[in-house]
């Protein structure tokens, strides 16, 4: 079947560094993207991997295993504003996204 | 630069009801859908479009309908508001490439009583 996991919930404090799983299950695996959805809003695209590895962009970096079926989003140098909800989001093989349930991370002072 | 625009924001329906969510994109996007999000859950997709003319039922299609008669517009009916149809709705929009994310609207919060 088609599954994504990832934790509910998840607190960090301002400054620091905090890591957010994703596990999927997804047949004809060809991708995985990771977006941010502040409550209230529309979802924005952060990252996207196909390939092994990470991929980094600012304080923001994704890293993808495919024998695993594992990814991570790890965000450093934690601000205020990165309170929100991340949604990890897999692609199958007929283009087909698997939204996962999204993490909501609390970043407090 | 708009992006894609949903209306309205906000909308009560009375059960049985009928109404069309508005969606338009403006970056020449061939690929359009249409989402719902429910707490708890991941965006389930209800009805999709891969160009002009060409629609296609997604997830959770069952009482809603799609048209695509332009690349710009994609409109989100609902044929008879239930109350399960209570949920957030969001329309989407990509170039359809296999790395293109989705761009999506700002979301319509509809309440079916």
């Known amino acids: 079947g088609q599954n994504i996991d990832q934790p509910t919930e998840m607190t960090a404090t301002e400054g620091a560094i905090v890591q957010i799983n994703c596990t999927y299950q997804?047949?004809?695996?060809?991708?995985l993207f990771w977006y941010q959805q502040h409550a209230g809003e529309a979802p924005t695209f952060l990252s996207y991997?196909?390939?092994?590895g990470l991929e980094e962009k600012g304080r923001f970096s994704s890293f993808l295993s495919r024998s695993k079926g594992y990814s991570y989003l790890l965000l450093k140098e934690l601000q205020m504003k990165d309170s929100a909800s991340y949604l990890c989001?897999?692609?199958?093989?007929?283009?087909?996204?698997?939204f996962g349930s999204g993490t909501r991370l609390l970043v407090r002072p | 630069n708009a992006g894609v625009t949903q209306t309205p924001k906000f909308q009560v329906l009375k059960t049985g009801q009928s109404m069309t969510l508005q969606c338009a994109q403006d970056?020449?996007?061939?690929?359009m859908s249409w989402y719902r999000q429910d707490p708890g859950m991941g965006l389930r997709l209800i009805h999709y479009?891969?160009?002009?003319?060409?629609?296609d039922q997604g997830e959770v299609p069952n009482g809603y309908n799609v048209s695509r008669s332009t690349t710009e517009d994609f409109p989100l009916r609902l044929l008879s508001a239930a109350p399960s149809q209570t949920s957030v709705y969001f329309c989407?929009?990509?170039?359809?490439?296999?790395?293109?994310?989705?761009?999506f609207g700002n979301g319509t919060r509809l309440t079916v009583t």
């Open positions: 991997n196909v390939l092994d």
């Open positions: 479009s891969v160009g002009a003319g060409i629609t």
């Open positions: 989407a929009s990509s170039y359809g490439e296999y790395n293109s994310p989705l761009h």
């Open positions: 970056m020449n996007h061939e690929y």
């Open positions: 989001v897999s692609r199958d093989s007929s283009y087909k996204l698997i």
């Open positions: 997804t047949s004809g695996f060809n991708g």
